[in-house]
């Protein structure tokens, strides 16, 4: 950008020149690049909606056979933050997928295998698990599923695995609705749903185990981020704490200032360990007052391996003997 911006001072004012670049680097740029009379229009290009998600797939489906049964809008529909670049590696898997079966056409099953390996990752069938292990993956990820069943404001369970892929030996899928803004209500079923798993492996094996490092790493984030960055903290107030030079390419932050004194580190670490144990424990006692369903649930899970959302709706409405919906009746809570 820089070379251009020399050559574009060698343009007449009556050249017909339309000069375009693209970064993902934004926050680099040398200020009198975006001047007006260099790059005056800044288009801003973000991860594509359900709309642009329809386009894209329907761009790299182009020349390749689809059966009937195949919907691109349902596809585009079941991949929210799915970038340009993931929905190519998508239809390619499924185009793959279908080969490898010798199909003609590539058809709905071929998009859903496809669709888990881009997201999960490759399933790895041959890894040995001990039986202990597999039943603890299963209560774990229940934990999750029925703490996000149970509390409205979630965002809906897509599937559960326990079949090993990547790194994890479990997996729970939601289908994030796509909200710009969130509530704090919404943040805190968040933190409740990432929890879920510790705190079924805690009620049920009373002990915990090193599975549930990530859930925790990401609740604790966004516990920091409610009472650091969007003053959500009822006792911190509207306020922000922490200036950071964020290095938007890698999603990281490089260097952060300290513009709070160490009362007020001390209020914010409070602050973010309240929001964690309180959700634990709400987490917790959703398991422990639906703890027939939590056994029923994990038991069909680990003999089947995949349960997807409809599945676990019908053991849920099942399992009631009363006819109650069990679903979604469990209120929300503010902190
Ligand atoms: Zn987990």
């Given at each position: 950008?820089?070379?251009?911006?020399?050559?574009?001072?060698?343009?007449?004012?009556?050249?017909?020149?339309?000069?375009?670049?693209?970064?993902?680097?934004?926050?680099?740029?040398?200020?009198?690049?975006?001047?007006?009379?260099?790059?005056?229009?800044?288009?801003?290009?973000?991860?594509?909606?359900?709309?642009?998600?329809?386009?894209?797939?329907?761009?790299?489906?182009?020349?390749?056979?689809?059966?009937?049964d195949v919907?691109?809008?349902t596809i585009?529909?079941s991949?929210?933050?799915?970038?340009?670049?993931?929905?190519?590696?998508l239809?390619?898997e499924a185009?793959?997928m279908?080969?490898?079966?010798?199909?003609?056409?590539?058809d709905r099953s071929d998009f859903e295998v496809a669709k888990d390996k881009?997201v999960?990752?490759?399933?790895?069938?041959?890894?040995?698990?001990?039986?202990?292990?597999?039943?603890?993956?299963?209560?774990?990820?229940?934990?999750?599923?029925?703490?996000?069943?149970?509390?409205?404001?979630?965002?809906?369970?897509h599937k559960?695995?326990?079949?090993?892929?990547?790194?994890?030996?479990?997996?729970?899928?939601?289908?994030?609705?796509?909200?710009?803004?969130?509530?704090?209500?919404?943040?805190?079923?968040?933190?409740?749903?990432?929890?879920?798993?510790?705190?079924?492996?805690?009620?049920?094996?009373?002990?915990?185990?090193?599975?549930?490092?990530?859930?925790?790493?990401?609740?604790?984030?966004?516990?920091?981020?409610?009472?650091?960055?969007?003053?959500?903290?009822?006792?911190?107030?509207?306020?922000?704490?922490?200036?950071?030079?964020?290095?938007?390419?890698?999603?990281?932050?490089?260097?952060?200032?300290?513009?709070?004194?160490?009362?007020?580190?001390?209020?914010?670490?409070?602050?973010?360990?309240?929001?964690?144990?309180?959700?634990?424990?709400?987490?917790?006692?959703?398991?422990?007052?639906?703890?027939?369903?939590?056994?029923?649930?994990?038991?069909?899970?680990?003999?089947?391996?995949?349960?997807d959302?409809?599945?676990?709706?019908?053991?849920?409405?099942?399992?009631?003997?009363?006819?109650?919906?069990?679903?979604?009746?469990?209120?929300?809570?503010?902190?």
């Amino acid at each position: 950008l820089n070379q251009m911006l020399v050559e574009m001072d060698g343009f007449d004012t009556d050249t017909n020149i339309i000069m375009i670049a693209a970064t993902n680097r934004p926050d680099i740029l040398d200020p009198a690049l975006l001047r007006p009379g260099r790059f005056d229009r800044r288009v801003v290009v973000p991860i594509p909606d359900i709309k642009g998600r329809k386009g894209i797939l329907k761009v790299h489906a182009k020349n390749k056979p689809l059966a009937d049964d195949v919907d691109l809008e349902t596809i585009a529909k079941s991949t929210p933050g799915f970038c340009g670049a993931d929905l190519s590696n998508l239809v390619n898997e499924a185009a793959l997928m279908a080969a490898r079966k010798e199909k003609k056409k590539i058809d709905r099953s071929d998009f859903e295998v496809a669709k888990d390996k881009v997201v999960m990752g490759v399933e790895r069938k041959s890894m040995i698990i001990s039986p202990q292990d597999k039943e603890n993956t299963a209560y774990h990820e229940i934990g999750h599923v029925l703490v996000a069943k149970l509390i409205p404001e979630t965002d809906p369970i897509h599937k559960v695995t326990i079949i090993p892929r990547g790194w994890s030996l479990g997996q729970t899928h939601y289908l994030p609705d796509e909200k710009y803004t969130k509530q704090r209500k919404f943040l805190l079923a968040e933190i409740a749903v990432l929890l879920g798993g510790r705190a079924a492996e805690e009620i049920i094996n009373k002990d915990v185990s090193t599975g549930a490092g990530n859930d925790l790493e990401r609740a604790t984030d966004l516990a920091r981020k409610m009472v650091c960055d969007w003053g959500m903290s009822d006792k911190l107030g509207p306020l922000t704490f922490g200036k950071k030079e964020e290095q938007i390419f890698l999603g990281r932050e490089i260097a952060q200032h300290r513009d709070y004194s160490e009362e007020t580190a001390e209020r914010i670490d409070e602050e973010v360990r309240r929001i964690i144990l309180e959700n634990y424990e709400r987490a917790k006692q959703l398991l422990v007052d639906n703890m027939g369903l939590l056994h029923r649930l994990a038991r069909e899970l680990l003999e089947r391996e995949v349960l997807d959302n409809s599945e676990i709706e019908k053991i849920m409405r099942e399992y009631n003997p009363l006819g109650n919906d069990v679903l979604k009746t469990a209120g929300g809570q503010d902190s």
